[in-house]
């Protein structure tokens, strides 16, 4: 497996280079830049199968590499220094992502799911600025974490999303299947293409492409999987906007 990383801080390449070397001999780390101009030629020389990807960096940071790179097929893992950066990370569908100071265990599973995300062919979307413009909301990929570690959707596929006790959502996808994500509903709303997804309740989001009918008068909608959810009073005009706009 063949990896790039781009820190500007050469203190922090020696040591994810000595952590690699210990902990995950399967890593051949190709190239050590500290820029991103010098990490985009890295990346064209090597084609790598993961980059190790520092955010916080002096005049162009990692976010701005990603927004200028187009199609690429390998894995990002992303390393932060707060945790403020962790659902920025998960917009540009970060495999995974580490917080410093580095951890040789969570280093250790980080590249586990990389292993699997190729033995399973996983396909990564190849341009995520979609994903934070708010005038374009026409992506349709979502990564999330599974039961197995992490899996790309569509999101087209989804019915409704429902709130559980812990910080935990249940997704619910047209197939009649359901994936239970250790994620919040706020985490959701400010995830889902806003155009597409209203939060109809505090326990509930839905896809506005998946609403079969919608009853004002009972504040009720029925789902393309005939599912009935309760609207909230304050949530009836942006949903009704919304389904006017998707028509």
Do not use: W
Request: proline letters at 2%; aromatic letters at 6%.
């Amino acid at each position: 497996m063949k990896a790039i990383h781009i820190d500007d801080e050469r203190d922090s390449l020696e040591v994810m280079r000595m952590l690699l070397t210990e902990c995950c001999p399967q890593v051949q780390l190709v190239a050590s830049v500290t820029s991103v101009d010098e990490g985009m030629k890295a990346i064209k020389e090597h084609k790598p199968d993961v980059l190790l990807l520092d955010i916080e960096m002096p005049g162009k940071n990692g976010f701005a590499l990603l927004d200028e790179l187009r199609d690429y097929d390998f894995q990002v893992i992303m390393i932060i220094g707060y945790e403020d950066y962790a659902l920025k990370a998960i917009k540009y569908s970060a495999l995974d992502y580490l917080l410093k100071p580095l951890d040789a265990d969570d280093l250790c599973r980080a590249v586990e799911k990389v292993s699997a995300a190729k033995e399973a062919g996983l396909i990564r979307l190849g341009h995520y600025r979609t994903l934070l413009e708010q005038e374009d909301e026409e992506y349709n990929s979502l990564m999330i974490a599974s039961s197995n570690g992490y899996k790309n959707i569509d999101i087209n596929d989804l019915v409704y999303l429902r709130s559980e006790a812990g910080s935990y959502c249940v997704l619910h996808f047209t197939d009649g299947t359901k994936e239970v994500v250790p994620k919040s509903m706020n985490h959701f709303e400010s995830l889902l293409p806003s155009k597409r997804f209203h939060r109809i309740h505090r326990s509930h989001i839905v896809n506005i492409r998946a609403v079969r009918s919608f009853d004002s008068q009972a504040n009720e909608v029925m789902l393309a999987n005939d599912k009935v959810l309760t609207v909230s009073v304050r949530k009836k005009a942006g949903l009704k906007q919304k389904i006017t706009s998707n028509l």
